[in-house]
């Protein structure tokens, strides 16, 4: 049986993108051992997407209110790589993390397994 699902985000800063994520996204976390820090994540939805070859994920984090959530992450400092565009789905942006690489944000706009 299913019971949860875990992601993983590869950083040249590790520590640095751990702060990130306890400190400023204010994701719980527990010690697996030896310091290494388990995040909690919201609930979360899974979709499959077409594409010409397999083998690619993304994480999207979602909310309630794009702009208002991504001036509450400004203000803590947090740099975004694209202005807020509208999809046909929702609205959607990115932030960057610590250490590389980039998490996609988005104000869905179409019924969620989670709501």
């Known amino acids: 049986m299913i019971t949860g699902a875990h992601a993983v985000i590869y950083s040249s800063e ?26 909690a994540l919201p609930p979360a939805e899974l979709a499959v997407h077409p594409a010409d070859e397999g083998g690619q994920q993304e994480l999207f984090l979602m909310c309630d209110d794009i702009k208002t959530t991504v001036q509450e992450l400004k203000d803590k400092g947090v740099e975004f790589h694209t202005p807020i565009s509208e999809q046909r789905w929702g609205f959607l942006t990115s932030f960057k993390l610590p250490g590389g690489g980039e998490i996609g944000l988005y104000e869905p706009r179409h019924p969620t397994a989670i709501s």
């Not at 702060?19 to 994701?27: E, I, Y």
């Open 14 to 39: 590790p520590d640095q993108t751990r702060a990130f994520l306890l400190d400023v996204l204010g994701f719980r976390a527990v010690d697996a051992g030896g310091g290494w820090l388990v995040f």
